[in-house]
């Protein structure tokens, strides 16, 4: 979940920071006060498309920062354990803009490609309301949502397997297809490569140690000279050896303790350190004693590395792979070698996975459209409570052409939605209305409230063109979210501000001849009086206040 929002110089805000609980948080304040500021600096730290308009008049530079805690488990800790950025179930995203320089991307402090931001972003947190940020729009996303709900994951991923490993024989036989025209050629030219590579007889793990090897060789000279120095200064100087000085300090201090009887710990201390400083030196002895200057082998080690970093050279890889460009030459010549045989029993290979992707994906084709059916109605059943009667929400499968197959199965998966009794049903993306939209999104999230992938999910607009009743409908509906996922939410109603476990109000100043934007967490008494203002605006009467008072009351019951 999202724990921290840092900002500066960013469009009206010099300087600000939020903390973030989990539930349902609500952001209010007056039109204009940048609220909205708030969401676009964290899309940008997203890895949205950036602009130097944004940097705050009169700096050089924007920045945004966004914390996250991550479950070991959650897909965004899967992502940055595969591209080596875990850090400890913290997640920590910077970005930086200046205005006549590329704009930076950072993952827990280290710099990464802006995809990267964008990738990891559509783990950790879903926007709402604004078309250009919304998961939701995707087919992808829209697909991924009805598995989840149909409970499909490990079936998806198991046809995933079959795909792959079909789209892996395809590729062999059209190699070995190919292949057979210079076959005599070809297998001229593999087998001086394989044997290039068989006599080099490069372990998987040899390189390391290669490199270790030759870096104590080609420095023996001076790890022969330093040590000794070493050796020197700890124990065989009689008058200035640290171990001589420490056996005058500890017997100086025996003495002493028998004036204070403190000080007989401390000259235990002393008496580990001699300890360990006794056997750090007689290591160092058994150290020199193995330490041997050998040009013969530095000359066999350095010739070694240099063949590998030839061969890795010439077949444009790294040395450490290597050894598997030996397995896949050799497994390319084998096929070229055994034509007709390797050709039979690949074909024969892509029949069984074709068959087994083909029996997996009719039977996910069978639950999909069980699922679909049942995500329509239930979706569909909460858009009256949402301000949209007479709505209605279709899950359209469209097949593959007969010839098309997919690592996802058989099928498209398309959202379609109607927002008022008598339209026609179209696709979520063309859904004119933000707020429609927003609540179209709660309503779906309502229903998946158990099977979200994102943990932060983040509404804008979702109260445009609603009011009263259906207000705090929406307000109950978002904070129940709450208990499943963090849940922010920008709002101009009061019905749903009073339905917020944590509430941020953001407002603007004047400083000087600039305005600057601020934002920060509501006590108890200032949230009856922003409640307060959001009822009655700007003059706020005793009647106005016991009326915020009794909304902040009946939501917390």
Same mark, same amino acid.
């Given at each position: 979940?999202?724990t921290?929002?840092?900002?500066?110089d960013f469009?009206?805000v010099?300087?600000?920071?939020?903390?973030?609980?989990?539930g349902f948080?609500?952001?209010?304040?007056?039109?204009?006060?940048?609220?909205?500021?708030?969401?676009?600096?964290?899309?940008?730290?997203?890895?949205e498309?950036?602009d130097?308009?944004?940097i705050r008049h009169?700096c050089?530079?924007?920045?945004?920062s966004a914390g996250?805690t991550?479950k070991?488990?959650?897909?965004?800790?899967?992502?940055l354990?595969?591209?080596?950025?875990?850090?400890?179930?913290?997640?920590?995203?910077r970005?930086?803009?200046?205005?006549?320089?590329?704009?930076?991307?950072?993952i827990?402090?280290?710099?990464?490609p802006?995809?990267?931001?964008?990738?990891?972003?559509?783990?950790l947190?879903d926007?709402?309301?604004?078309?250009?940020?919304?998961?939701?729009?995707?087919?992808?996303?829209?697909?991924?949502i009805?598995?989840?709900?149909?409970?499909l994951?490990?079936a998806?991923?198991a046809?995933?397997?079959?795909?792959?490993?079909?789209?892996?024989?395809?590729?062999?036989?059209?190699?070995?297809?190919q292949?057979?025209?210079d076959r005599?050629?070809?297998?001229?030219?593999?087998?001086?490569?394989?044997?290039?590579?068989d006599?080099?007889?490069?372990?998987?793990?040899?390189?390391?140690?290669l490199?270790e090897?030759h870096a104590?060789l080609?420095?023996?000279?001076?790890?022969?000279?330093g040590?000794q120095?070493?050796?020197?200064?700890?124990?065989?100087?009689?008058?200035?050896?640290?171990?001589?000085?420490?056996?005058?300090?500890?017997?100086?201090?025996?003495s002493l303790?028998e004036y204070?009887?403190r000080?007989t710990?401390?000259?235990?201390?002393?008496k580990?350190?001699?300890?360990?400083m006794?056997?750090?030196g007689?290591r160092?002895?058994?150290?020199?004693?193995?330490?041997?200057l050998d040009?013969?082998r530095?000359?066999?080690v350095?010739?070694?590395?240099?063949?590998?970093?030839?061969?890795?050279?010439?077949?444009?890889?790294?040395?450490e792979?290597?050894?598997a460009?030996?397995?896949?030459?050799r497994?390319?010549?084998n096929?070229?070698?055994n034509l007709?045989?390797s050709?039979?029993?690949l074909?024969?290979?892509? /029949?069984?996975?074709?068959?087994?992707?083909l029996k997996?994906?009719r039977?996910?084709?069978r639950?999909r459209?069980?699922a679909?059916k049942?995500?329509?109605?239930?979706a569909s059943?909460?858009?009256?409570?949402?301000?949209?009667?007479?709505?209605?929400f279709?899950?359209l499968?469209t097949?593959?052409?007969e010839?098309?197959t997919?690592?996802?199965?058989?099928?498209?998966v398309e959202?379609?939605?109607?927002?008022? /009794?008598?339209?026609?049903a179209?696709?979520?993306?063309k859904? /004119?209305?933000?707020g429609?939209l927003?609540?179209?999104?709660?309503?779906?999230?309502?229903?998946?409230?158990?099977t979200?992938r994102?943990?932060?999910m983040?509404f804008?607009?979702?109260?445009?063109?609603?009011?009263g009743?259906?207000?705090?409908v929406?307000?109950?509906?978002?904070r129940a979210?709450?208990?499943?996922?963090?849940?922010?939410?920008?709002?101009?109603?009061?019905?749903?501000?009073a339905?917020?476990?944590q509430?941020?109000?953001v407002r603007?100043?004047a400083?000087?001849k600039?305005?600057?934007a601020e934002a920060?967490?509501?006590?108890?008494?200032?949230?009856?009086?922003?409640?307060?203002?959001?009822?009655g605006?700007v003059?706020?009467?005793?009647?106005?206040?016991?009326h915020?008072?009794?909304m902040l009351?009946?939501a917390?019951a």
């Amino acid at each position: 979940m999202l724990t921290l929002l840092h900002i500066r110089d960013f469009a009206i805000v010099q300087e600000l920071s939020l903390g973030f609980e989990p539930g349902f948080t609500v952001l209010t304040g007056e039109t204009g006060a940048g609220k909205s500021i708030l969401i676009d600096a964290l899309a940008l730290v997203l890895g949205e498309r950036a602009d130097s308009d944004v940097i705050r008049h009169g700096c050089a530079r924007a920045e945004v920062s966004a914390g996250f805690t991550l479950k070991p488990s959650h897909g965004a800790a899967q992502w940055l354990k595969a591209q080596d950025l875990f850090d400890d179930r913290e997640c920590l995203l910077r970005r930086v803009i200046e205005a006549d320089k590329p704009s930076r991307g950072f993952i827990n402090g280290r710099p990464v490609p802006i995809q990267q931001l964008r990738e990891l972003g559509e783990y950790l947190v879903d926007i709402h309301g604004q078309h250009e940020h919304q998961s939701l729009l995707r087919r992808d996303a829209q697909r991924q949502i009805l598995d989840d709900y149909a409970g499909l994951e490990e079936a998806v991923q198991a046809l995933a397997g079959h795909y792959h490993g079909m789209q892996q024989l395809r590729a062999r036989l059209d190699a070995l297809q190919q292949q057979s025209s210079d076959r005599e050629a070809r297998i001229e030219w593999l087998t001086h490569q394989v044997r290039e590579l068989d006599a080099l007889h490069l372990a998987v793990d040899e390189i390391p140690a290669l490199a270790e090897e030759h870096a104590r060789l080609a420095n023996g000279a001076e790890l022969v000279e330093g040590v000794q120095a070493v050796v020197q200064a700890v124990q065989e100087d009689d008058e200035t050896a640290a171990a001589r000085q420490l056996a005058r300090a500890i017997a100086r201090l025996e003495s002493l303790s028998e004036y204070d009887a403190r000080l007989t710990e401390i000259t235990s201390l002393l008496k580990e350190a001699a300890i360990q400083m006794d056997e750090a030196g007689t290591r160092l002895n058994h150290y020199l004693g193995s330490l041997e200057l050998d040009p013969a082998r530095l000359q066999t080690v350095e010739q070694r590395l240099s063949t590998v970093h030839d061969l890795a050279r010439k077949h444009k890889v790294k040395p450490e792979e290597l050894p598997a460009v030996h397995e896949r030459l050799r497994a390319e010549l084998n096929d070229i070698e055994n034509l007709d045989t390797s050709r039979g029993r690949l074909e024969e290979d892509l /029949a069984q996975h074709r068959a087994a992707y083909l029996k997996a994906a009719r039977d996910i084709s069978r639950r999909r459209e069980a699922a679909a059916k049942k995500l329509a109605r239930a979706a569909s059943a909460e858009m009256p409570e949402l301000g949209m009667p007479g709505g209605k929400f279709e899950v359209l499968l469209t097949p593959l052409p007969e010839d098309e197959t997919s690592a996802h199965g058989l099928e498209r998966v398309e959202f379609l939605v109607s927002a008022n /009794a008598g339209q026609p049903a179209r696709p979520l993306a063309k859904v /004119a209305s933000g707020g429609e939209l927003s609540r179209i999104s709660l309503a779906l999230q309502v229903v998946l409230a158990g099977t979200g992938r994102v943990p932060t999910m983040i509404f804008d607009e979702v109260d445009v063109g609603i009011g009263g009743r259906v207000a705090e409908v929406v307000g109950r509906k978002l904070r129940a979210l709450g208990g499943a996922r963090q849940v922010l939410c920008i709002t101009h109603l009061a019905q749903v501000a009073a339905q917020g476990a944590q509430h941020v109000q953001v407002r603007k100043r004047a400083e000087g001849k600039a305005t600057v934007a601020e934002a920060a967490p509501l006590t108890e008494r200032e949230r009856t009086m922003e409640i307060a203002r959001m009822i009655g605006g700007v003059e706020i009467s005793k009647q106005t206040l016991a009326h915020a008072k009794d909304m902040l009351e009946r939501a917390s019951a």
